[in-house]
């Protein structure tokens, strides 16, 4: 029995690269559940506006940049990943007295590593410095590491981080972009798929994800060997498995109903709606060679 259908969406902007479309509505499939998921353009400083507004038949948000921080602000009540890392990305509507809301990034990066056969580790490094780059120092000290090197554009982007490194028991290190990484048992990488930097570590980590899946020329990381470099959609699966437990059962500690066969599902919308999305980026510069011509 479905029951009543009902309404979620990823907000955020941009919104058309989003692929939690496809995995949510995977789990949905999966699970026999009747949800409707779609994409919402919501600019910075609209989220509130665009929550209050939302009637009974909507059941949660997965949230995207810009909005994690807004999001972390109109939740009634979050859980610990969210409260120290100030981030947001999934809410729950349930309508008792406001939004709860978790960050399942950090989740979604624990569970992109161990998938990778990395469980502990002792040393590690961040690139870059939004709120992505918090996610994934709180990931790490979940991790075991309890040294971490980080390597921003400006010094001055490094006191939230340094911050929440000394809240967590984690040593930070910061350094410029273009400085070399030390060695590392584990990395990752929260530079944006604009940007012209591609990071110089000393050796190889033992495993590095790339947490941005929209770059249109692939990782900047892709001459890694295989083994070491995990692809950014296997962060945006684990963290997407999280909330398809949020969304179906209140809480993401509960395991999904026969969950091993809902990631299967949930993969493989993953590996075809990027096979639409390398297809469509063939057309347009196919498409753009004859308009030039």
């Keep these: 029995m479905r029951g009543a259908e009902r309404r979620l969406a990823v907000v955020g902007s941009p919104i058309e690269h989003s692929l939690s479309p496809a995995l949510q509505g995977a789990a949905a499939s999966a699970l026999g559940l009747a949800w409707a998921y779609e994409r919402r353009l919501v600019a910075r400083g609209e ?19 810009p909005l994690k921080e807004e999001a972390h602000a109109i939740a009634r009540v979050v859980d610990r990943r969210a409260e120290l890392t ?24 624990v569970r992109a590593f161990a998938d990778a056969g990395l469980t502990t580790a002792a ?13 994934a120092l709180l990931a790490l000290q979940e991790l075991g590491v309890r040294q971490v090197t980080v390597a921003l554009r400006s010094a001055a982007k490094g006191e939230r981080i340094t911050s929440l490194g000394e809240r967590i028991g984690v040593e930070v290190r910061l350094q410029g972009l273009g400085a070399e990484l ?8 929260t530079l944006p798929a604009d940007a012209d930097v591609v990071p110089v570590f000393a050796h190889p980590p033992t495993r ?10 692939g990782s900047r990381f892709a001459e890694l060997p295989a083994a070491q470099h995990i ?3 296997e962060m945006l699966l684990g963290q997407a498995v999280l909330q398809a437990r949020i969304f179906a ?18 993969r493989a919308a993953l590996v075809e709606a990027g096979r639409a ?6 057309v347009r510069s196919a498409s753009a060679g004859l308009e030039e011509s």
Excluded at 123 to 135: C, R
Excluded at 182 to 189: C, G, L, R
Aim: proline fraction near 4%; hydrophobic fraction near 45%; avoid cysteine.
């Design 208 to 217: 590095l994800l790339d947490a941005d899946y929209a770059r249109a020329e």
């Design 86 to 109: 100030g981030a947001v990305n999934t809410l729950l509507l349930d309508g008792a007295g406001g939004p709860r809301g978790w960050n399942t990034d950090v989740g979604g990066i």
């Design 249 to 266: 059962l209140g809480a993401s500690e509960s395991p999904l109903p026969d969950e091993r066969a809902v990631v299967a599902a949930m």
């Design 277 to 282: 999305r390398a297809s469509d980026a063939v």
């Design 231 to 233: 692809d950014g959609r």
């Design 47 to 65: 989220l509130a506006g665009f929550v209050d507004v939302l009637d009974g038949g909507w059941l949660g948000l997965s949230v995207t940049a």
């Design 123 to 135: 040393t590690g490094a961040i690139v870059g410095g939004g709120a992505t780059a918090q996610s």
């Design 182 to 189: 030390p060695a590392v048992d584990a990395a990752v990488s």
